[in-house]
């Protein structure tokens, strides 16, 4: 098949470079192959722009098939398991690979392999990285475990917000790598007790990338929230408000706060403030939204936040974003659930959605439906 020989060339180094992603318009997943990956017997699928159902009962893969596609385009899993737990029980290693097809005539070919603790990511016969796949495949998920974006810590929010402004402010990538970098060496002075002056070296560093970094999480949210207020009116049953905090005093710099914090930095042994510290709060009623709606408000809520942000992706790049919608129906009661349908009934993305039954979903007439069990996956066409 046309997709098996794309797959089995995964390794070698053919075909064109991955050039300028901006070159090219509407590209969604037409195809996708994957070995060795959870309890999936080996998957050779054509996929549609649209719609894609998938149809099990439980335990029969159909989560696996959607963390198949989301490693693709993230370079990991939206679980909390390592790369070994998720290579198949007699394997060595998993292959993942994807064709990303629109109005180029040249699709692109997305790979990525794990194998005896290496990793490696293949965009067009060429070695890449986890950002490359991600700017050929954006991908975003809404699971059973998504009220965490309201109820767990800040990394997951942080992780939410840079997944949008990386797709739309092209510059943050740089920054937020150097001001990685700058945090990491200042903390290792600070865990080898070395003196303040040696510490503050890496200030300038900090302030510099950092201040870039919180810029352009401002601007993009800046264009965000009014989106995601706007669903939250229309579609939620209360209201919710988001804001985001820079990681440091609003009344202070940064360049100030690392100043001032610097005591408190060598009891913790690593750096207290700057972007790596940032946080989105939701609040509901003037209080944080954890402690004031209920597990299937929460589920709302996060999910708004991941409606509206591949709405606003989508508009701004030449990538059609896929949408992983895990047991849409789960801890939702029938206002929710009708709710949530509405809201994922015209997405400008390529949609992935599970389900128990055909009948549990309103998209049979327009989607492509998978039946899938016992980790074989079968298209109902």
């Known amino acids: 098949m046309f997709v098996r020989r794309y797959a089995n060339a995964f390794i070698a180094r053919a075909g064109s470079s991955s050039g ?23 998957l050779d699928i054509e996929l549609d722009p649209g719609f894609n159902l998938l149809i099990g009962p439980n335990a029969s893969g159909k989560t696996s098939l959607l963390e198949s596609l989301y ?55 060429q070695d890449g990285t986890g950002a490359d796949l991600a700017r050929w495949l954006p991908v975003q998920v ?25 797709h739309v402010k092209h510059g943050f990538l740089a920054a937020w790598r150097d001001y990685q970098q700058a945090l990491r060496q200042r903390n290792a002075a600070l865990r080898q007790n070395e003196p303040d002056q040696h510490v503050q070296l890496w200030n300038e560093a900090l302030v510099s990338h950092g201040t870039v970094v919180d810029q352009l999480r401002i601007e993009f949210l800046t264009d965000f929230l009014p989106l995601f207020s706007s669903i939250v009116g229309q579609s939620l049953s209360f209201d919710a408000i988001c804001s985001y905090k820079s990681g440091w005093s609003s009344k202070s710099t940064l360049a100030d ?28 009623a003037d209080r944080r939204a954890r402690h004031r709606v ?10 708004a936040l991941v409606i509206a ?45 599970t389900g128990l039954q055909a009948d549990d979903l309103p998209w049979t007439a327009q989607a492509r439906m998978f039946h899938v069990e016992h980790g074989r996956v079968t298209s109902l066409l």
């Not at 300028?20 to 080996?42: D, H, K």
């Open 20 to 42: 300028s992603y901006a070159l090219f318009c509407q590209m969604s997943l037409t195809f996708l192959n994957a070995t060795g990956f959870r309890c999936l017997e080996t």
């Open 294 to 303: 209920s597990r299937g408000q929460q589920k709302m809520l996060a999910a």
């Open 309 to 353: 942000q591949t709405r606003y992706v989508a508009a701004q790049i030449p990538t059609t974003p896929l949408l992983l919608v895990d047991d849409p129906a789960a801890e939702l009661d029938r206002g929710n659930q009708e709710r949530l349908f509405a809201l994922l009934a015209d997405m400008p993305a390529q949609m992935f959605i």
């Open 71 to 125: 490693y693709l385009g993230r370079g990991r899993s939206f679980r909390p398991v390592t790369n070994r737990e998720l290579i198949q029980t007699g394997s060595s290693g998993f292959r993942i690979f994807g064709i990303a097809d629109g109005s180029s005539p040249n699709p692109h070919r997305l790979g990525i392999e794990v194998e005896a603790g290496r990793r490696r990511i293949r965009v067009d016969g």
């Open 142 to 166: 809404i699971d059973p475990e998504i009220h965490e974006l309201v109820q767990g810590g800040p990394e997951l929010r942080r992780r939410f917000l840079d997944w949008g402004v990386f």
């Open 257 to 284: 706060a690392l100043e001032e914090n610097i005591a408190r930095d060598r009891a913790f042994g690593a750096t207290q403030v700057g972007p790596h510290r940032a946080d989105l709060t939701l609040e509901v």
